[in-house]
């Protein structure tokens, strides 16, 4: 299934209980799903564009040589990706945790909307939530650094976590780079076959 719909900013006209805010932006038939913190550590409160802060521009740079993002800046052109946030309210300061708690059910609703094949949650939080959310794998005795641009195979995503670009030590973004390249070169889509529940031969797969 494909969702039809020519917006690229907030394709799904999320309406979350806040002010100000900086919607999901990119392909909403994406298959790479990249999921940022909120907008005053990755940005986007002036652009209204996620990851357009110095750290999010860089990581945008890194994501244009790995070929999943078209091209680079305040107002990219993404294709094949999608950008959001887990917390995307604007916050004064950092957000508390029942904001978190209260904007999760956006956040998560957008992230089955999309159904993109790969998670590329950026930073601690974001990939906290996403493998304890759609992995059976624990954060609890993990470091970022060890997770970055490795695969972990989740309930029907693959997932890519990323260290926190403003982080990046030497190796990190080439290391990136050449995991999603490598990862463009083979089958990574993740679809399931409802054909089997159907009382003919017909396939019928979904993300």
Not at 1 to 28: I, K, L, Q
Not at 157 to 186: K, M
Request: charged share 20%; glycine share 10%.
């Amino acid at each position: 299934m494909e969702n039809v719909t020519d917006r690229t900013s907030n394709p799904f006209g999320m309406s979350p209980p806040c002010g100000s805010f900086v919607p999901g932006y990119g392909d909403a038939n994406a298959d790479f799903h990249v999921i940022g913190d909120h907008p005053g550590v990755h940005g986007g409160t002036e652009s209204g564009v996620p990851f357009t802060s110095d750290s999010g521009l860089k990581l945008q740079r890194a994501l244009f040589e790995a070929g999943i993002v078209e091209s680079p800046g305040v107002r990219p052109t993404l294709g094949q990706t999608f950008f959001s946030y887990l917390h995307f309210c604007v916050a004064d300061g950092t957000p508390t945790a029942a904001s978190y708690t209260d904007l999760e059910r956006f956040f998560d609703a957008e992230l089955r909307a999309i159904a993109a094949h790969v998670l590329l949650p950026v930073g601690e939080r974001p990939t906290r939530h996403v493998l304890e959310t759609f992995t059976p794998r624990s954060f609890a005795t993990t470091s970022m650094a060890e997770l970055h641009a490795t695969e972990i195979r989740g309930s029907g995503f693959l997932v890519y976590p990323i260290r926190e670009p403003a982080a990046w030590s030497d190796g990190d973004r080439a290391t990136l780079i050449s995991t999603l390249e490598s990862l463009q070169r083979h089958q990574y889509e993740r679809q399931a076959d409802l054909g089997r529940f159907l009382p003919t031969d017909t396939t019928y797969h979904v993300r």
